[in-house]
Each structure stands twice: as C-alpha cells, then as structure tokens.
C-alpha cells in the first residue's frame, strides 16, 4: 500500500527557512519520479519542484534559486528545503509520487499525501 506522509510546515517570517519531508512506504521511492506541488486558497495546483527517475530535477519559476528538492534513499524520504521565503510561498504544500513507466520515465503522478501547510508573514 502506497502512502506519502507530509511533515515540517508552519510558519515563518518572510527570508526565513523551511525543510518538508515525504516519508513513502509501499514502495521504494528512488524508483518512481517524485514531486511537490503547491495550491493557495482560491488558486490552482502548482508543482513547485520535481525530482526524475535519473534523478534530473526542475523547478517552478517562482522558486529557482530558493528551493531545493533532494531524496534520502535510505530513509525514503524526500525532502523540499525552502529559503528565502516570501509570503506568496503561503500554501498547502503535497508530496506526490508517479510510478514508472520503462527504463526513464513515469505515469501521473497517482499518489498524494494529505498536505503540510506553510505560512509565510510579511
């Protein structure tokens, strides 16, 4: 049984900090293309940052530069460091995972944790 389990929000003053962590369980993470979305109350789902089965990542716009997505395989975890924080970075923060598809790539992303909520003040 597939099962993502979000923690490390809160809340932080703008510049600050933040780590998030996806624990998995029911599969071996390093083996799927992992991700992490945002959504903010009245806006649409954003993925923020993505990590691939060669282990290639990418990045939304809005956070190049300040956000890095990383995988402890051995606890695996994924993780989300967010510096620099800006109150626009507000939101419900998903861990998400697409199972493999042949050799480099993946499905949709079919499983979702239930969310780990950052709050970022002015």
């Known amino acids: 049984q597939v099962r993502l389990v979000e923690s490390g929000g809160g809340s932080v003053q703008a510049g600050g900090s933040l780590t998030l962590s996806c624990a998995a369980s029911?599969?071996?993470?390093?083996?799927?293309?992992m991700a992490w979305f945002r959504q903010a109350p009245g806006k649409e789902r954003e993925r923020v940052a993505a990590?691939?089965?060669?282990?290639?990542?990418n990045y939304a716009d809005s956070v190049k530069g300040r956000f890095t997505i990383s995988q402890d395989n051995a606890k695996n975890t994924l993780y989300l460091q967010m510096n620099s924080l800006k109150p626009e970075d507000t939101a419900m923060y998903y861990c998400?995972?697409?199972?493999?598809?042949?050799?480099?790539?993946?499905?949709?992303?079919?499983?979702w944790g239930q969310g780990t909520q950052v709050t970022v003040s002015s």
């Open positions: 998400a995972a697409a199972p493999p598809v042949g050799v480099t790539l993946c499905s949709s992303y079919n499983y």
């Open positions: 029911g599969f071996t993470q390093n083996n799927y293309c």
């Open positions: 990590i691939g089965r060669v282990r290639s990542t």
